[in-house]
């Protein structure tokens, strides 16, 4: 592996029961880069990076971080990030520099090496203002600067932060995402999210997951370019008409749009004016805009609207990730039967569940409990007979290993 590939995963794949997590990713990341990981809720971005953090292992597939493999040694790939967890794990009743000296000494940091960091710390996340403060007492944009805190408090090259911004509101989320980047400068940050503009905002590349497979990876123009079409909304006045002639009908307007050169698709939109809405499609490179001008006054139509809209990369991420509720419901993945074949043996089973108990210690919160019920909802569901046999086998011997 070249050295500065500091996140490897090969072909990992995932199955909480019947849900399979996630299937076959892939991606490497370089050294300095800030890579947004997204993906609607349930896509696999927290599985991902448990199993890029040591907390829980792939059923199939495999991972480096900073060259170290999450199997073989998983204390220098500890030792090599920092972790804000979707939920950070916070002692509400100490103060923020009791719980930095707390996670400091759980790291192992001699007293000057602490010192030196915790300056670094307090500047880089903005905390001197709360430094002696119950975290308690602190506001949701503090505690996740103060959970930022705890994942620098060692130093690492590279950064795995989880949804570090869900439930803030927008000043704090803007807040993070600034102290994100400041971070960012001389380190590797992997950052999941389902916001796009915080993408936007801090990050030069993305990877988005969908349904636990990658469906695309690269700078984000590139991303953007993915679909390739701009819009254009356009609204007519359905009562004007000049003197002597009819208003215009949906069905006219329609067809005159049709027909203008360049207008890949004309779609009629719901609107509450007395008014035709539409719209229309073309090629990214194209600007309809003044020919559908030409149109409506050739016509004697009064335009109410007309504007064009690139492809937003929000229209992209939809496009790509449709499809994904399916997954949000707890329903099952259609099974797979060669990838059942590949899937390791029931002895990694034994090590998800002991890092599974693990990180229910470490991460408070974390609703396993909800996802083991969504696991079994899909037990219901009857796609593949390989794969029934196989998710039976599972189920036993986690049933037996409770008793
Ligand atoms: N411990 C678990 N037990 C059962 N199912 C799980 C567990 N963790 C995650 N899942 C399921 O795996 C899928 C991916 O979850 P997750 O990685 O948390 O998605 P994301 O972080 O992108 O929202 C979801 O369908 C989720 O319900
Ligand atoms: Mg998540």
């Known amino acids: 592996m070249s050295t500065d590939v500091m996140i490897e995963a090969s072909g990992l794949s995932k199955k909480f029961g019947r849900v399979r997590a996630l299937d076959k990713i892939s991606f490497k990341v370089k050294k300095g880069e800030v890579v947004g990981f997204l993906g609607p809720n349930g896509a696999g971005k ?20 900073h060259g170290y493999d999450v199997f073989d040694d998983p204390l220098d790939v500890r030792k090599s990030i920092g972790y804000l967890p979707q939920r950070a794990p916070l002692y509400t009743d100490m103060s923020v520099e009791e719980y930095l000296r707390f996670t400091a000494q759980v790291r192992h940091l001699d007293e000057a090496r602490y010192k030196k960091q915790l300056g670094k710390v307090i500047e880089i996340c903005g905390l001197a203002q709360v430094l002696t403060k119950d975290i308690g007492t602190l506001s949701h944009g503090y505690r996740q600067r103060v959970g930022l805190g705890q994942a620098l408090i060692h130093d690492p090259p590279i950064l795995i932060l989880d949804e570090p911004t869900a439930d803030l509101d927008p000043n704090e989320k803007a807040e993070v995402i600034r102290y994100i980047k400041e971070i960012g400068k001389d380190r590797t940050v992997l950052l999941s999210t389902h916001n796009l503009a915080e993408v936007e905002e ?24 993915k679909t390739g079409s701009v819009r254009y909304i356009v609204t ?26 360049g207008a890949k698709t004309v779609r009629e939109l719901p609107t509450d004016e007395n008014a035709h809405k539409f719209e229309l499609s073309s090629a990214e490179d194209a600007d ?8 409506v006054v050739s016509n004697s139509w009064t335009l109410l609207e007309l504007e064009r809209k690139a492809q937003s990369l929000d229209a992209v991420f939809r496009d790509l990730t449709r499809g994904d ?12 039967a060669a990838d059942e074949a590949a899937d390791r043996d029931d002895d990694d089973d034994e090590d998800d569940d002991d890092s599974d108990e693990d990180e229910r210690d470490s991460d408070a919160g974390e609703d396993d409990k909800s996802r083991s019920q969504k696991s079994k909802a899909g037990d219901d569901d009857d796609n593949d007979d390989d794969d029934d046999d196989d998710d039976d ?11």
């Open 202 to 225: 801090a990050c030069a590349r993305a990877i988005i997951v969908s349904k636990g497979r990658i469906v695309a990876d690269g700078p984000l123009d590139e991303i953007r370019a």
């Open 393 to 403: 086998d599972d189920d036993r011997k986690a049933n037996k290993e409770k008793r």
């Open 288 to 295: 309809l805009r003044a020919e559908i001008f030409r149109l």
């Open 236 to 261: 007519i006045d359905e009562r004007h008409a000049e003197a002597g002639q009819k208003p215009p009908t949906a069905t006219a307007v329609q067809e005159a749009f049709q027909r203008i050169d």
């Open 46 to 65: 927290s599985t991902t990076m448990r199993i890029l953090t040591c907390f829980i292992s792939p059923t199939v597939g495999s991972a480096k971080v």
């Open 325 to 336: 509720e399916r997954l949000d419901r707890g329903e099952a993945w259609e099974g797979d």
